[in-house]
């Protein structure tokens, strides 16, 4: 076991068997586990799509009642598309007790990267923003650009708005200010 500062490994296994007794209870219910995770996660968003798709899709399940029933009815406890970080969720919301030690294990553990898969893609859009032509870009234009392309959760139309809607920014922007603590942005 790798050594974790403030684990206790006695509570550890007792909290484990908390979760574990959890977990059976969850797997005896008519409703599948993943259902439950699905139902769980969807309830912790905070913000949900009101699109005419998601519209249809929601007309259509209200017509075929029979079809939902048969979905829900617990066949089996193989749920394929149950991720890890959301099984652990649901279970420690499920649980009554506190798991301190768990949830200790668990952060540790999640944060062990499974792949140099994100890594790669910041080199492959590095690669692009600095290329040949662009080859006199200073370390911190290339970084501030790579944040922007992979942090940012805005289309270019919203982002244009947002811009437009920020007069100090605007100023800043015109004015060519290279202060870098005012002209960060707030999205």
């Not at 206790?8 to 409703?31: M, P, S, V, W």
């Amino acid at each position: 076991m790798v050594p974790i500062n403030d684990l206790d490994e006695d509570k550890l296994f007792g909290e484990y068997c908390e979760i574990k007794d959890t977990y059976k209870e969850l797997t005896k219910t008519d409703i599948r586990l993943g259902v439950q995770i699905k139902s769980y996660i969807s309830m912790k968003k905070p913000f949900t799509s009101t699109s005419s798709k998601h519209q249809n899709d929601a007309d259509s399940t209200t017509d075929n009642d029979d079809q939902d029933e048969s979905f829900l009815k617990h066949k089996n406890n193989n749920d394929a598309h149950i991720r890890p970080d959301q099984l652990e969720a649901y279970l420690l919301h499920m649980n009554q007790s506190e798991t301190p030690n768990v949830q200790t294990l668990i952060c540790y553990i999640f944060s062990i990267p499974c792949t140099n898969g994100y890594v790669e893609t910041i080199f492959s859009h590095m690669k692009h923003a600095w290329s040949d032509s662009r080859n006199r870009m200073d370390n911190e234009s290339v970084a501030a650009e790579l944040k922007i392309r992979l942090n940012a959760d805005f289309s270019w139309a919203n982002f244009y708005k947002h811009l437009l809607s920020q007069p100090d920014l605007l100023k800043r922007i015109r004015t060519n200010e290279q202060n870098r603590e005012k002209s960060v942005f707030v999205f």
